[in-house]
């Protein structure tokens, strides 16, 4: 009894902040070559993460050829240089190495671990991967294959086609609006010429970010970044300009028969160069993002058991950024749940957040924030997600002073100027029940 | 009594080369019953502290599935805690995350904070392990979220009811035959008095394993779990004793068909044992499974995709990470216009050639061995999944020595390991063969 009180008595006295974090030491350095690379050295582990993203992602791909990006990025294992696929694995798996490429919006990531005793023959391995991929018409007509019975899969898949349904929504005319992995038609077209088109666009040093981290000397990381990229051309692309989004916003059904419905509610978000933007990452945490202890997890889910998970999330690309909430609810609920988020919106653009609420927001994301930083391949990820955004190299330290800088008004007025109950675009897969077309409405 | 127990990087050196950097990991049990791991991963301040408790799904009383999962969700509403948000607003208060999972063997919690607050943590579990509290209104609000889930996981997935129609069909009798998260009718009558029962009889520092990562030492750890978990009474918990399965003499057949299937594919699973079971044949299942299935120079990728283009996916698995049967799968997703009586005539054709050969090349060997090794080498850099090794090892009943047994035991297989194995396990009588498909006239 008494040692339950303890316990509860410990639970409230809420700790001083942690020390500022002895996270780990960023090195920026220049490559002979002229390529910068921020490294942390970590000679725990024998081995060495790296991550490479390249600025030329599925945005810049023709519409027509939607999904080469794509493909183009998963087939870069699939055979290089003398190596056909198979023998290019067995190599692979001789030195360890394990490696990959995806596409994005914005970019080709490529992310690849090494041991260290094998190091230069898997950076041989991976230059030859990235410089003189094949594109072997046997490697081409298996990814397609993949690919196509993706896209198909996806079409039955509630989660799938909602994201499908509020990215059209919001940017009918920008590339942003279109799936990564294209449709059936724009895959079937995909010919050698356009993936050999499509490596060139995207594994370009114009607009290149690196991170490395591992058992490496910034010397040897210098050496090892310059062989494996030295042949790769450098280009200056034109920029993009931002995304526009759509003026209307209407509920949009998608039906599909299904015992639960899944929803997403989005409006647009808030860039990362925007002065209120750590002020809106607090706003969201108490909205949505902060599991359990967020509004939208206690209102939905916890009070009413309308649900099993719902939350918001802040997206951001290069060209645009979008604030959103998401739930999966039974066909007969869902429109209360609907009801529930459009509410929270309301009320936290009305009334905003306490100071309590702000304190435990600013403690778990100043908590949380090495916590994400936990692996080497991690933090190589990291490292170069902040360089292509043109964060400086200590960000890794430095951020948690700007959250938490933020204060109570900044918080409530950028509550007050991004929030839009009124105009969110709102998406449902399912069969819901009790929902109105005039739901999402226009101003 | 803590002892070092390895600074294992010798002993995968002699068994498979590279050398893998490997923390210290000690242990050590208080009076009342719960074991300690401590695992020395000092890169980051921060610590994973983990509670696994020795019960599951598979311990359930008959006709209250879901029971041990719902107990899980229902231990993050502990009146202890009975703040906005609850255990999980405070742990996120002090910047730390926290979740649990449920098994068929073990429930488990865990937290991730920076090491200077492990105290604090330990307090919160400390508290939920002692008993439990909660409201009758607040826990049948939480079946409805369960009820949630499951039409989340399961129903609004074709693939998720075809796992669970295979797996009733695998178990004769054990009860790893019935669904984790439960069946919807029994989840719906579940009763608060049924989880604080559970509560009672299965969660106490002597039915549970404490597991700690990160930047630690093991003397500052064991002094915490005097103080927070160290006044808590045993339960008396016993061994757990479950039903076995009567030998297999029938081969099953599993049809289901869901209009939402876009992908069919054919999915055959057999009756296996694990590594707590057999750990030397886990080993060799482990391996025939990657020569059989990982990677494009596979026996299955190469018949099925590479010489004749019939797949657009296939591969095989082992599943022997559970205390009483393990599964070993093979399996093969048609390309368009490809029935699935053909690919399946296909997969047979390589798992019939193989079964009459003498075995995996020296080369597949190799292959398969390297390919391994580097999987567990990169493990080292995750600190989770280090925990989750030692405590799910350990709540299962298997020692240390057993646990950090695995990478040699791995090397020490050969390819006639791989076909003995292989002739024991792949038997037809012993087997499901499951077909997921769109009804005829749905396009496919």
Known sequence: MNLRMAAAALAFALLPPPPAEAAAEVQAIETPGGIEVWLVEAPEIPMVALELRFGGGASREPAELAGVTRMMAGLLDDGAGDLDAAAFEAAADGLALRFGASAGRDAVSVSARMLTETL????????????????DADAVERARARQISSIRSAGTDPSALASRAWRAALFPEDPYGRPLSGDEATVARIDRAALVAARERALDRGDLAVGIVGDVTPDEAAALIDRLLADLPET????????????????????????????RLV?????????????????EHVLGGGGFASRLTQEVRVERGLTYSVSSFLARWDRAAVLGAQVASDNARVAEAIAVIREEWARMRGTGVSEEELDDAKRYLTGAWPLAFDSNAKIASALAGFMSEGLPPDYLVTRNDLVEAVTLEDVNRVAARLLTPERLQVVVVGQPEGLERTDGGAD | MRRLLALAATMVALAVGPAAAEWPVTTFTLDNGLEGVVIEDRRAPVATHMVFYRVGGADEPAGRSGLAHWLEHLMFKDADTAVEGGFSALVAANGGQDNAFTSPDVTAYFQRIASDRLGFVMGLEASRMRDLEVGEAEALTERDVILEERAQRVENDPSGRFGEQRSAAMYLNHPYGQPLIGWRHEIAKLQLADALAFHARHYGPDNAVLVVAGDVDPETVERL???HYGDIPSIGAVPRERVSEPPHAAPRRVLYEDARVRQPYVMREFLAPTRRTDPERAAALEMLAAVLGDGLNARLQQALTVERELAVATGAWFAGSARDYGEFAVYAAPQPGVSLDEIEAAMDGVLETFLASDGPSAEEMERVKTRWRASWIYSQDSQSTLARRYGHGLAIGMSIEEIEAWPETLQAVTAEDVMEVARAVLRPEASVTGRLQAPEGVEG
């Open chain 1, 236 to 263: 200056r692309r034109d920029p993009l300009g931002p995304a526009e989004f759509a003026e209307t916003r209407e509920l949009e059904i998608v039906e599909l028969d299904a015992p639960q419905a899944v929803a």
């Open chain 1, 120 to 135: 230069d023959e898997s950076v041989e391995l991976l230059r030859l991967a990235l410089t003189e991929p094949r594109f």
């Open chain 2, 225 to 227: 779990a005097l103080e």
């Open chain 1, 267 to 283: 409006q647009p978000g808030i860039g990362r160069d925007d002065p209120d933007f750590f002020a809106a990452v607090v706003m």
